[in-house]
């Protein structure tokens, strides 16, 4: 089976639910302008992809380019840097739209905080943001990996002056482990999840996410494009996935655009959720083995599942091949289309996309068909990271593994 769907027949309007405040016009507008602070700062490209939407038979296609964000090839730098800034701010008794990101890399500003450590579980992305975010403010970071992680990964982080290791845990105990020896060393912990008691830190978190989605709505207005009706998000526990399709709900309120969440099936915790149906988050426990390693997590932020359980259009678990065919898919364009590098993680998306379109198996023609998926669809996408893993994008895309006979089935 290609892939298996819940399709969302409670979704509700926005407005009439849970959670839309704390990404409203006005709390992402401070992320946003926090980011803006950065020497680093610039929006991220985001790509038209005309030729591809056409062979697809959509109407229009956008990748957002996160790549490009700070030199750091993914995103989640925006969850990170706004949640230290947010935190900081706080212990300083100041308002977070008064305090630049300068003043807090001052010495001023280090003498009053002293030694700060922070701490967090990661797949590679989060932790490297996490490191960078603290070495630019002169504090430590330690940072936990799951078992199975990318050795690169391990030393872009370590490259960030921070400590880092990888356990032999699961994503999910590496948090744990984290949450625990922040406890006893009196650390900060910077998780980009939210469990019950622990919720600040993960709103600014996805607070910060939303930066990259109000850039891809002013881009989008730049480009002359309608705003987008189809956006798929990918998720591990959500935290992503919840950040933008919030701000999207409480920004575009009705016209907001039908949002599907694409996890990878080994660890589908959010599509699971959606399964069972009973309003409450539930969990994917064990290796959580997937090719995605940024989605390779079992247990949904409880804060975002709210969000996507209410708003979401549908949720989509996926075999590990799609994330290759995206991976190849946007590193070999059509003529006329640009070159966009994606890792598995943030390539997932695409593949899910080549699929609904060009496949004729049921589960694909059903799930195009709900979601009205044709030639007046204007897509966007969020390739959430560049090749982190160089040695899996090349495995993916130069060597063509992860392939799969399924894939090559029902082409049209
Ligand atoms: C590249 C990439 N994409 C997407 C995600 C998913 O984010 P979340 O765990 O918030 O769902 C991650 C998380 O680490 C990631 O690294």
């Known amino acids: ?201 993960p709103t600014w978190i996805m607070q910060g996410y939303a930066t990259l989605a109000v850039e891809a709505l002013e881009q989008m207005q730049q480009q002359g494009a309608e705003a987008p009706t189809h956006v798929f998000l990918q998720a591990g526990v959500g935290s992503f996935a919840g950040g933008v399709l919030g701000f999207l709900a409480a920004t575009l309120q009705e016209k907001m655009p039908l949002v599907t969440i694409v996890e990878p099936e080994k660890a589908n915790c959010i599509y699971k959720s959606a399964k069972i149906g009973d309003g409450r988050p539930h969990t994917v426990s064990g290796d959580l083995d997937t090719l995605m390693a940024g989605l390779a997590c079992g247990e949904p932020n409880t804060l975002s599942w709210e969000l996507l359980r209410d708003y979401a259009a549908a949720y989509v678990s996926c075999p590990d091949y799609l994330a290759a065919t995206g991976m190849r898919v946007l590193a070999t364009p059509l003529k006329g289309d640009p070159v966009v590098i994606s890792g598995e993680s943030g390539a997932v998306t695409t593949g899910l996309l080549h699929l609904l379109m060009e496949s004729e198996a049921d589960k694909a023609v059903s799930l195009r068909k709900q979601l009205g998926l044709d030639s007046t669809s204007v897509v966007l996408l969020v390739s959430t990271e560049g090749n982190t893993s160089p040695r899996a994008f090349r495995d993916a895309v130069w060597y063509g593994e992860y392939n799969d006979q399924e894939k090559n089935r029902n082409k049209k």
Not at 47 to 70: N, T
């Open 1 to 201: 089976m290609p892939i298996d769907f819940v399709y969302n027949r409670n979704r509700k309007q926005p407005g009439s639910g849970t959670g839309l405040d704390m990404l409203s016009p006005e709390e992402t507008a401070k992320a946003r302008n926090y980011h803006r602070g950065f020497r680093e700062y610039a929006p991220t490209p985001l790509v038209a992809l005309p030729k591809l939407a056409g062979y697809l038979g959509i109407g229009a296609l956008f990748v957002k380019d996160e790549s490009h964000r700070f030199g750091l090839n993914a995103f989640k730098v925006l969850g990170a840097s706004y949640a230290i800034g947010r935190y900081l701010a706080a212990r300083l008794g100041r308002d977070i739209s008064d305090l630049s990101h300068d003043e807090l890399r001052s010495e001023k500003v280090k003498k009053e905080l002293g030694d700060i450590t922070f701490t967090t579980a990661t797949d590679g992305n989060h932790g490297r943001a996490v490191a960078w975010a603290a070495q630019q403010i002169g504090q430590k970071a330690v940072i936990y990996m799951p078992k199975g992680s990318d050795p690169v990964r391990l030393e872009n982080i370590r490259a960030h002056g921070a400590e880092a290791t990888i356990t032999d845990l699961n994503y999910d105990d590496a948090v744990r482990l984290s949450e625990k020896m922040a406890e006893e060393h009196g650390w900060v912990i910077i998780q980009d999840t939210a469990w019950p008691g622990y919720e600040d830190i």
